[in-house]
């Protein structure tokens, strides 16, 4: 679990002060109400419930602050961009947005639980404080404010015994209706964000995600009944408690006058205003930039049904390995799905290649005339909207004199950008590239699927060794879903001075890396470098990385040390 918070989620000093903050404000709100003495009445009728509420309530306030800003983008991407704002350890925390998104969530998950949980109790005893208690204190307690001069201090007002009277509660009192809107509403977000759902129904993710705005509007007001009361600072001074103990002489005695109660002011909206703020900005930049012009200059299919999207934008500007949000009015007016860029910030364009595995793949497909045979034109093409473009880790990779790039299927996108902008690069002025040295592991089941990559390694491939430096990039390619008659084949064309299947130089294999071998292959050769280790890929190779970037790792600052990043959008 260690090895997952360094390399794939936010690193251990963060989490470690996230923690610490949450115990610190859970401890804090958890001692004011047990035994603070404004709320010792309070207690008589909540008991330690009451405690128990308010603590998670407290961090509630704290992670719904920040659950909304990993996912400004915008925020985040201008960050990143800032090298003045951010070095290299800042930017990958920033790269783990939606990781501490997700963390976060769970936490508002099980502050929810606790919360919720509590305030049952506390509404069980109100209710029956309320209807049943007689000659206590309890009761003493909750008949105030039948009086006039009173303050009550038991919300509950009915003498309805429970459950209807619990009931009455929850629906009839804007803080119970606004506590199950709310926990429904989250319910639905956190069971809709599961990979299956997300993968396989992204409409019903999408749509569910964004119940985010009746969740914070419920939370906001959710406090405004002011139910949980405490007695006031002046009845404090005039109603000593512990002179007061008994409670038939209230009001009889001059000495201890009837203890008057008021509610805690609702203080959510100053913990979440901010980020709400920033987070309208945000999508108003998104609508704003949404709605410029993309000309959609070419389509290009490639085999097996992968398709290319060649754009152009005015003012777009990209950096390698960065990605955008794409929307198709003619497939759907709501649906924004991310995809790597794979064009180099030197060309004149931008695309993006899509593989058809969905409806609206498909749908875009059709929209733009891939599924016919005749030529299409320019004006018949879709109107297509485009939000970005937003930062990756594949950003720094040009920070690196060493790069092991990883790319399993689809994955292997936001490295074309990067090989593209090398060859550029090697055009131009090649004593600028600060990068000596690519490992590039290919990871596909099949590699006729992206035959353009193919055609874009050999260009590459071909440009190093015009310029005698064929060293520079080292690259592999490993074919992992294979049968006995492929590897028949294979055997028998060996010996070919091309590979069979992509026609490169460098032959085909099956199967999948040894990686511990790699990785110490690779520090043998840089015993001094830091390495940048990028993965657009599966959790499970995520992993894997992870812990070989660790363990291949020297302790001494000086000798090589792994750096691992992994594309997440």
């Known amino acids: 679990m260690g090895n997952w918070f360094i390399n794939e989620g936010p690193s251990v000093f963060v989490i470690l002060v996230w923690l610490a903050i949450n115990a610190y404000l859970f401890v804090n709100a958890y001692l004011f109400y047990n035994e ?24 509630l306030n704290f992670n719904c602050m920040l659950i909304l800003l990993p996912v400004c983008r915008n925020l985040l991407s201008f960050l990143r ?24 969530a769970w936490m508002i998950a099980l502050h929810t639980t606790i919360h919720t949980a509590a ?3 506390n509404v069980e005893r109100c209710v029956d404080a309320r209807a049943e208690a007689n000659g206590t204190i309890q009761a003493v307690l909750s008949d105030l404010e039948d009086k006039e001069g009173e303050t009550y201090l038991n919300f509950v007002r009915s003498k309805v015994q429970n ?37 396989s129904y992204f409409e019903v993710f999408w749509f569910t995600h964004h119940l985010f705005i009746v969740f914070f509007i419920g939370l906001v007001i959710h406090g405004v009944g002011l139910i949980v009361r405490g007695q006031t600072e002046k009845s404090l ?46 999508r108003l930049l998104r609508f704003w930039r949404s709605n410029q012009k993309v000309v959609v200059t070419k389509v290009v299919t490639h085999p097996f049904k992968t398709y290319e999207i060649q754009m152009k934008k005015k003012g777009f500007k990209m950096e390698v390995g960065q990605y955008i949000f794409v929307q ?64 990756t880790a594949s950003e720094d990779v040009f920070s690196y004199e060493v790069a092991v790039l990883v790319g399993a299927g689809i994955g292997v996108t936001p490295f074309a950008s990067i090989l593209k902008s090398v060859w550029y690069k090697y055009c131009s002025n ?31 491939e071909t440009q190093l060794q015009e310029r005698n430096n064929a060293d520079f990039l080292s690259y592999n390619i490993y074919l992992t879903g294979w049968d006995e008659s492929q590897a028949t084949h294979f055997t028998v064309h060996h010996d070919q001075e091309k590979d069979v299947i992509t ?43 992870s812990k070989q970037s660790i363990g291949n790792s020297s302790a001494d600052p000086r000798g090589v040390h792994f750096i691992f990043n992994k594309e997440n959008f």
């Open 36 to 59: 603070g003495i404004r709320f010792h009445y309070s207690r008589q009728i909540y008991g330690e419930a009451l405690a128990w509420a308010r603590a998670p309530a407290a961090c």
């Open 81 to 104: 961009g800032s090298s003045v704002c951010c070095g290299r350890n800042i930017r990958r925390q920033l790269d783990r947005n939606l990781t501490f998104h997700k963390m976060v």
């Open 119 to 121: 305030h049952l109790f």
């Open 163 to 199: 459950p209807t009277g619990g009931l009455n509660v929850a629906f009839t009192f804007l803080a119970g209706l606004t506590g199950v809107v709310i926990t429904l509403a989250l319910i639905l977000i956190i069971t809709s964000s599961t990979e299956t759902i997300r993968r």
């Open 237 to 282: 001074g005039e109603h000593n408690i512990t002179l007061c103990t008994d409670f038939t002489l209230w009001g009889r005695n001059s000495t201890c006058p009837k203890p008057q109660f008021a509610g805690n002011a609702p203080v959510t909206w100053k913990w979440v205003l901010g980020p709400m703020i920033l987070y309208v900005l945000e």
């Open 328 to 391: 198709c009015p003619a497939v759907s007016h709501l649906e924004w799905h991310p995809f790597t860029l794979t064009s180099a910030p030197e060309e004149d364009y931008f695309s993006i290649h899509i593989r058809i595995v969905g409806d609206w793949t498909e749908g875009l497909f059709k929209a733009c005339g891939c599924d016919k045979t005749e030529f299409q034109e320019a004006w018949k093409l879709p109107k297509i909207a485009v939000d970005g473009p937003f930062g």
């Open 430 to 460: 090649v004593d600028t590239l600060r990068l000596k040295k690519i490992y590039f592991y290919w990871l596909c089941r099949d590699t006729h699927a992206f035959e353009w990559f193919a055609d874009l390694l050999q260009s590459v």
């Open 503 to 545: 026609g490169l130089k460098q032959k085909t294999l099956y199967g999948r890396p040894n990686w511990e071998n790699e990785f110490k292959n690779i520090a043998s050769a840089h015993p001094s470098s830091r390495v940048g280790v990028f993965l657009c890929g599966p959790e499970s190779l995520a992993e894997t990385l």
